[in-house]
DNA sequence: TTCATTAATCGTAACATTGCAATAAACAAA
DNA sequence: TTTGTTTATTGCAATGTTACGATTAATGAA
């Protein structure tokens, strides 16, 4: 059907499954990686770096707002966007409980 | 269009964003996190742990398995499911890389 | 062989995602 | 005000994802 049963889930689940969500496509982890490479601000300049049309890329980027993960600033005619630090942080603990959980039970097995 | 340029983006870039999306759904992180609970293999009773349909489960287990996350190993009537310790290995490798790059540059800005 | 059990596959409906052209909105400069 | 620049929004087409009923395949038990 197309929609995801989330009520059959924990929180914890759908909020790890929120945030790998948006590591989802590969346009995002650019983004993402670009704002971390250039150590500031990205000011109008990622429709370039990144192939696609600005509509696109504006989608993309409301996206990773909407979860927090980065936030715009209004300069001018342009709109300046970085990592929300906090909030990076804290997907950062949620996700690395998850995937290090093969370092609490390792069992050997088949 | 609903397909992903994939073209546009690094090799590494896509690797990441497949990864991510493999954890994208609360089934496919339930099913992980119950391989890891039990500590061993899952032989037959992930549906009734997770409240969806069998070929619901069936369809999850095997988009993990073609990402090489997991194996199955058929058991008389049932088939058992556990994590590939390698690939696994390697998956956080290439997440641990991507989540981690605010450590290299943690440039405070707006 | 026949029957029961379990998992995979097929087929399909409903909804989500991706991408972009066109347009609108917001602002600075002339 | 008008013009140019930049980003957001709208609308839509193409494709992908999710979910499950029905069926098939494979195996063990009777």
Chains 1, 2 share one sequence.
Not at 9 to 36: D, M, S, Y
Not at 63 to 84: A, F, H, N, Q, R
């Amino acid at each position: 059907m197309g929609l995801i049963k989330s009520e059959k889930f924990t929180k914890e689940q759908n909020t790890i499954a929120l945030f790998a969500k948006a590591f989802g496509h590969p346009a995002r982890v650019a983004i993402i990686q670009h704002l971390f490479e250039i150590n500031s601000c990205v000011c109008g300049d990622l429709v370039n770096q990144i192939g696609l049309a600005q509509p696109t890329i504006s989608q993309h980027l409301k996206e990773l707002k909407t979860l927090g993960l980065i936030k715009g600033s209004v300069e001018g005619t342009s709109v300046c966007y970085c990592i929300d630090p906090e909030n990076w942080k804290s997907m950062k603990t949620v996700l690395f409980a998850f995937l290090n959980e093969d370092t609490i039970n390792h069992g050997d097995c088949c």
